[in-house]
């Protein structure tokens, strides 16, 4: 069986890696420790196809440690006992380097069976996983390691292996591959910078290509059959879908109507309308609140009107409501005021409440006040009339600061006039 182009074309040296110049570029942290000598372990951090297995296959063939391999999607308690029982033997006299793919699936009994291990240095480990490790990766295994992430490859660096992925194929083949730049930036630009789906992509683009006297022609035709949708790169419960929430947040909370349609759409085409549905009702009152307060009722009107719709129609209320949010004026006292009278809330004891804000109760005998004596405003001018409503612990705190904008300062005008007509 022939191996995949992928591993084929998988770079020998850390020269040929393509991308991550951020640590691995002469100088940088992580090329640095390579070419020390001395491995300390390592917790690699990044999406899949960007080089993370291949930079630990270099460091491993160049140590001259016995290399050990274990993937956390099927490694158990005994295959891990099984390299620790190797520990000490000629075999491993250099010491052992555990690769540790996935880590993110390995329960936190089997992540707390090596920390003995890795501590004493008897077992280095090289850990890879695509979720963010603090999250993903027991405290104490992060806590021994170094985390260096990894990121996704540009377009542009990954020309040159998609070169090379296509003289790698004709040489095999003993045919030409007639492959023109066009096609080759559309490969790089629709693989969400990983390197391996590229890879695959021109594998496949090959094989789906017009042959003819000895050479291949891949078209634009068959190309963009493979990379309609390569470029999505998307995880429902992982790092990217909450890194594209987050991005479509900010970008409607920075009147960016253009980024937060992109991030919208991205959440579309991967199918995931609930949660764009729900990011959408908290940005209406998160962000625009009170400076434009019908947002909430018309966004939930655009997500009732989504939802019954269904893709690919719910795309149209939805874009709507997203223009509304990210042109409309932005205020955050809402938000701010409900979690400073949480914070308060947190800090106090139990509180009472003023004895006039009370249902009403019979008074017992040697009651110090006697009667509720609560005003009720709608028998005063312009209902209104000053009285305290705070708990006596928090008399006078200020949680609500009106915002700058037309609707919270209009707000704040009448409530001034009330407050000089008590003068």
Known sequence: ???????????????????????????????????????????????????????????????????????????????????????????????????LD????????QQQSLLEYIENGDITMIASTTENPYFAVYNAVISRSTVFEFKPVSAEQLVPAIRRAFAIISEENSCEIIADDDIIKTIAYNCGGDVRKAMNTAELAVLCGEASDGKITVTAD????????????????????????????????GSDENA??????????????????????????EDI?????????????CVDSALQLGLPEARLPIAEA??????????????????????????CDA????RHLQNVHLDGKGAEVVGQHYKYPHDYPNHYVRQQYLPDA??????????????????????QKLLESLK
């Open 394 to 415: 928090l008399a006078g705190h200020v949680y609500y600061e009106f915002g700058d904008n037309k609707q919270e300062q209009s707000a704040k005008q009448y409530r």
């Open 102 to 109: 996935e880590i993110q699936y390995l329960n936190k009994k």
């Open 260 to 285: 937060a349609l992109h991030y919208a759409a991205r959440l579309l085409e991967a199918g995931d309308i609930i949660s764009l549905c729900r990011r959408m009702l908290c940005i209406a009152s």
């Open 222 to 253: 068959s190309l963009s059959i493979l990379a309609q949708r390569s470029n999505m790169r998307y995880d429902r419960d992982g790092d990217q879908h909450y890194d594209i929430l987050s991005a479509f947040h900010k970008s409607v909370r």
């Open 351 to 354: 509180l009472d409440f003023p």
């Open 1 to 99: 069986m022939s191996a995949p182009l992928a591993d084929k074309i998988r770079p020998k040296s850390l020269a040929d890696v393509v991308g991550q110049e951020h640590i691995l570029a002469p100088g940088k942290p992580l090329r640095r420790i390579i070419e020390s000598g001395t491995v300390p372990n390592m917790i690699f951090y990044g999406p899949s196809g960007v080089g993370k297995t291949t930079v630990a296959r270099i460091i491993a063939e160049n140590c001259g440690m016995s290399l050990y391999r274990l993937n956390g999607t099927n490694a158990s308690i005994s295959d891990i006992k099984d390299v620790v029982a190797d520990i000490g033997t000629f075999g491993s006299e250099n010491g052992i380097l555990l690769y």
């Open 322 to 347: 997203i223009i509304l949010m990210a042109t409309a004026p932005k205020s955050n006292s809402a938000y701010m005021a409900i979690n400073a009278a949480i914070a308060d809330l947190r800090n």
């Open 289 to 301: 609140g009170l400076a434009y307060p019908m947002a909430v009722p018309i966004v939930k009107a």
